[in-house]
Every structure is written in structure tokens, then in C-alpha cells.
């Protein structure tokens, strides 16, 4: 199981947060969603993963992984690993 830590936007089509949430829904991935606080400064679960505090987060197999354009990427390079379409 996959955890997403996310901003608060209400909808998958106007964030980052969004575009990760899109494609682990596309790869058929299991997860789960953790809202993180607005404020930057009351994200301590998220730095105490990654060191920073912005999201969106992808902890998944035991790694924490930041940014949604590398998130994408290493979901696209999992589905092509494990021969799933996608």
C-alpha cells in the first residue's frame, strides 16, 4: 500500500497533488491519502520523511519520494518493470 501526502485541493485536476493521485489511480495502485496542513510550517510528517516540506509525497516500498514530475516517472518505470499496461 502506497501513502499520498497531499495539499488540500479539492479536485485531482488543479495541483500536482492531483497529477500524482491521476496516475496511481491509472497504474491501479492502492493508496492512501494523507492531507497535510496548508501551512508549510505544521508539516512535520512530511520533513521527518523527506527532509523539506512540500508536497506531494509518495511514500511507497519503504522509499519517500518528492516532486510529481519524479513521482510520475517512477510509477511509469514500475508499470514498465512489472509489464503491466499503462
Request: glycine share 8%.
Given at each position: ?27 491501479d ?21 523527506t527532509?523539506?516540506r ?5 511514500g ?6 518528492c516532486d ?19
Amino acid at each position: 500500500m502506497a501513502t499520498l501526502y497531499r495539499c488540500s485541493t479539492p479536485t485531482d485536476w488543479l495541483c500536482p497533488c492531483g497529477r500524482v493521485a491521476r496516475a496511481l489511480r491509472k497504474g491501479d495502485i492502492h493508496f492512501h491519502e494523507v492531507v497535510v496542513p496548508q501551512r508549510r510550517s505544521r508539516r512535520d510528517e512530511v520533513e521527518a520523511l523527506t527532509g523539506q516540506r512540500r508536497v506531494p509525497v509518495l511514500g511507497i516500498n519503504g522509499e519517500a519520494i518528492c516532486d510529481s514530475h519524479r513521482i510520475v516517472e517512477n510509477l511509469a518505470h514500475r508499470r514498465s518493470q512489472s509489464g503491466s499496461p499503462g
